[in-house]
C-alpha cells in the first residue's frame, strides 16, 4: 500500500473494532489499512494511551551558543562596541572553547 496519513478516529475505530472481536484480517479490509499499522496503532495505544504518537520533543540542532553566552556577548558589545564579528569569534574560541563560522555567529546575533 502507498503511504497515505490515515486519520486518528480511523486509528481509534480499528483498535476498538479489533478489541471487540473482530479478525485482525476483516478489520484490514473493512477499513483499508494493513495489519502492521494496527499492531504498531496498538503499540502505541499501549506505550502512550491514544494511538498517535506524540511529538517528538527534539526539533532542530542544539543551539551552540546559550542564552549565558549571549549575555556575555552583550556585556563585550557594551564595552566594546567596534568589536568585529571575526574577533568575537576568537573570543568564543578561546575563553569557552566554541568554534563557530562568523557567518552562523551572525544569524545566531540577528
Known amino acids: 500500500m502507498p503511504y497515505h496519513r490515515i486519520s486518528s478516529d ?4 480499528a483498535i476498538r473494532l479489533w478489541d471487540s472481536g473482530w479478525e485482525i484480517e476483516d478489520v484490514c479490509i473493512a477499513l483499508g489499512v494493513s495489519s502492521s499499522s494496527c499492531y504498531r496503532w496498538r503499540q ?10 506524540p511529538p517528538s520533543p527534539l526539533t532542530g540542532r542544539t543551539r551552540t551558543i546559550t542564552r ?15 568589536l568585529y564579528l571575526d574577533e568575537l569569534c576568537v ?6 572553547n566554541i568554534f563557530i563560522s562568523i557567518s552562523a555567529l551572525s544569524r545566531t546575533l540577528n
Do not use: P, Y
Not at 573570543?91 to 569557552?96: D, P, R
Open 10 to 13: 480511523l486509528k481509534d475505530c
Open 44 to 53: 502505541i495505544l499501549a506505550e502512550h494511551g491514544t494511538c498517535e504518537r
Open 68 to 82: 549565558a553566552l549571549l549575555t556575555a556577548i552583550e556585556d563585550l558589545f557594551s564595552q566594546d562596541s567596534d
Open 91 to 96: 573570543w568564543l574560541g578561546v575563553q569557552h
